[in-house]
């Protein structure tokens, strides 16, 4: 159905480095792509990374945890990783891609019910959101039984502050579409969906954005717990808070932070690019 065209020097535009006022970082400009094929192939290639990376983190559950992207093209239909397949072994060529009624119009695996109920909400209720990561981590799944969120306790944990929600409505395991739209209803226009006795949402403007605020989540609910237990946290000032998120919750500062992982996984495991 879709074509997926082999990288070419067209593919995208030169990066332009630019000095961004909010991070105060020379971060590059985001990639311009010459077709939504390429653009295509690229979404694919970061998503079968992200979801190596959530192998290589041990964010594997059995077969829970999933990560979609919007296709650029058909908005309504978004590339998953499948049902029953180990994040440590997934390939571009394992990913499916889903339209809205749940049917997988690309690819040869089966669809994860709760992908589909957790993800197409989302994607649909929220159109500057091109991707949606989830999973239950240990840490997030901790703070969640806590009835906790993130508190600012640092820079990293500021790129949260009001920009997420606590979801207490626990119901069993997501299969049903009315629980999957309630999540994104409750989730607004916020970056990160805490959910009670369950796991972790986060969405981005990017796949790489997505992704970047998962693994930042994980890593402040492990550094939340660790002081809540050693003692007191002293929490940063609202002002504080506001100031270290303009540039740890930079959305352009996530982008570019996942490329480092890019790079990393993709040259430990270019076996994940195959078609």
Same mark, same amino acid.
Request: with cysteine; aromatic share 8%.
């Given at each position: 159905?879709?074509?997926?065209?082999?990288?070419?020097?067209?593919?995208?535009?030169?990066?332009?480095?630019?000095?961004?006022?909010?991070?105060?970082?020379?971060?590059?400009?985001?990639?311009?792509?010459?077709?939504?094929?390429?653009?295509?192939?690229?979404?694919?290639?970061?998503?079968?990374?992200?979801?190596?990376?959530?192998?290589?983190?041990?964010?594997?559950?059995?077969?829970?945890?999933?990560?979609?992207?919007?296709?650029?093209?058909?908005?309504?239909?978004?590339?998953?990783?499948?049902?029953?397949?180990?994040?440590?072994?997934?390939?571009?060529?394992?990913?499916?891609?889903?339209?809205?009624?749940?049917?997988?119009?690309?690819?040869?695996?089966?669809?994860?019910?709760?992908?589909?109920?957790?993800?197409?909400?989302?994607?649909?209720?929220?159109?500057?959101? /091109?991707?949606?990561?989830?999973?239950?981590?240990?840490?997030?799944?901790?703070?969640?039984?806590?009835?906790?969120?993130?508190?600012?306790?640092?820079?990293?944990?500021?790129?949260?502050?009001?920009?997420?929600?606590?979801?207490?409505?626990?119901?069993?395991?997501?299969?049903?579409?009315?629980?999957?739209?309630?999540?994104?209803?409750?989730?607004?226009?916020?970056?990160?969906?805490?959910?009670?006795?369950?796991?972790?949402?986060?969405?981005?403007?990017?796949?790489?954005?997505?992704?970047?605020?998962?693994?930042?989540?994980? /890593?402040?609910?492990?550094?939340?717990?660790?002081?809540?237990?050693?003692?007191?946290?002293?929490?940063?000032?609202?002002?504080?808070?506001?100031?270290?998120?303009?540039?740890?919750?930079?959305?352009?500062?996530?982008?570019?932070?996942?490329?480092?992982?890019?790079?990393?996984?993709?040259?430990?495991?270019?076996?994940?690019?195959?078609?």
């Amino acid at each position: 159905m879709f074509s997926t065209c082999p990288t070419s020097s067209s593919e995208r535009t030169q990066h332009v480095t630019r000095h961004d006022s909010g991070t105060g970082l020379p971060i590059p400009d985001p990639p311009v792509f010459a077709s939504p094929a390429d653009e295509r192939r690229h979404r694919k290639q970061r998503l079968t990374a992200a979801l190596r990376l959530f192998g290589k983190f041990g964010y594997g559950e059995g077969i829970s945890g999933h990560i979609s992207v919007r296709d650029p093209e058909h908005l309504d239909h978004f590339w998953v990783n499948p049902l029953g397949l180990s994040f440590n072994r997934l390939r571009v060529a394992d990913l499916i891609c889903v339209d809205a009624t749940g049917t997988v119009v690309e690819g040869h695996h089966r669809l994860n019910t709760s992908s589909f109920v957790i993800h197409s909400p989302i994607h649909e209720l929220r159109p500057d959101v /091109t991707a949606v990561a989830h999973g239950h981590t240990v840490h997030t799944r901790a703070l969640g039984c806590l009835g906790q969120l993130l508190i600012p306790l640092d820079q990293e944990s500021a790129a949260f502050y009001q920009q997420q929600v606590l979801y207490e409505d626990y119901e069993g395991p997501s299969v049903t579409v009315a629980q999957g739209r309630d999540m994104a209803h409750k989730l607004g226009d916020h970056r990160a969906l805490l959910l009670k006795h369950h796991g972790l949402v986060t969405v981005g403007a990017s796949i790489e954005e997505a992704v970047h605020w998962f693994f930042t989540y994980e /890593t402040c609910a492990h550094v939340q717990l660790l002081a809540s237990a050693a003692g007191t946290p002293q929490t940063l000032t609202h002002e504080q808070a506001l100031a270290a998120a303009e540039g740890f919750g930079a959305p352009e500062l996530a982008r570019f932070s996942f490329e480092l992982l890019w790079d990393e996984v993709a040259h430990e495991h270019p076996e994940l690019l195959d078609e």
